[in-house]
């Protein structure tokens, strides 16, 4: 489905670097047919073309006159002016898949101020490795074929889920912050690690080659999370010790909360670009 389109980012940051990077390095769009254009970084522009292959440009009209399919990689922040300066050049056949954080497909129809079809996606980080879970969302013009041809996009950088768009504010706090609270656990692991003497080296391999251990296991048993960690432990043994400590602090309770905040917050942020309108 992709083989004869052409894409187009707008806003060339490390998100749209991640996804085009995996098109390319999957094959599913040759590096002609993609092109990225920016509000004034040519600098940004010039190191990606020599690095991918890519067609850059900072001339909107230039950008969006080929595009088939439209990817509105700006920040979340600057949604209304960037959308104003490529609005003149745009068309309704065109589909405009969003990857701004919070930003509702209804809000991005109203700027667009087209009956166009508008998907909101939310990846994450993990992207840039080529294993980002992502969430689509088709907006109120997107038929099912456009939808279809946005998730082959994000295929190329993880999995996709396509889910209402109601889900979306959840999906960002398990998902799209999510390997933000991996890091966080790692570094404090990090830290245990360098207090018992252990050096950084070892402690790093040793902690990646655990997470990637336990996630082999979760993947392959039709066990709960419960039960896989219940299997660790042993009446008054070490594992035991460690998960009371990390019950009397409320560790899950913590993680729980945290994850909630960010499904909040995501909403709040879709919330005020609305009223900023």
Partial sequence: MLKNKTVTFVGAGSMAEAIFAGLINKELL????????????????ESLKN????????????????????VLAMKPSNVIDGIELIKP?????????????????QYLEELLGME????????????????SATA???GKFASEEDTNLSAQLFEAIGTVHIIPEDKQDGFTGVAGSG?????????????????????????????IQTLRGSLK??????????????EVMSPNGATEAALNVLASYQFQ???IAGIKRSSARAKEMGQIFTESK
Avoid: W
């Fill in 30 to 45: 040759k590096p002609e047919q993609i092109i990225a254009t920016n509000r004034k970084d040519a600098d940004r522009l």
């Fill in 217 to 230: 296991r979760l993947e392959s048993t039709s066990k709960t999370s419960a039960q896989l960690y219940k």
């Fill in 89 to 105: 050049f745009i068309r309704k056949e065109q589909i405009f898949i969003s990857v701004l954080a919070g930003v509702t497909t």
């Fill in 116 to 131: 166009a079809p508008v998907i909101r996606s939310m990846p994450n980080t993990s992207a840039k490795v080529g294993e």
């Fill in 253 to 255: 309770d913590a993680v």
């Fill in 179 to 207: 390997p933000a609270y991996i890091y966080y656990f790692v570094e404090a692991m990090e830290r245990a690690a360098k207090e018992l003497g252990l050096e950084e080296e070892e402690a790093k391999e040793a902690i």
């Fill in 136 to 138: 689509l969302s088709a």
């Fill in 51 to 70: 690095t991918y292959g890519i067609q850059t440009t900072t001339n909107k009209e230039e950008a969006l006159a080929q595009a088939d399919i439209v």
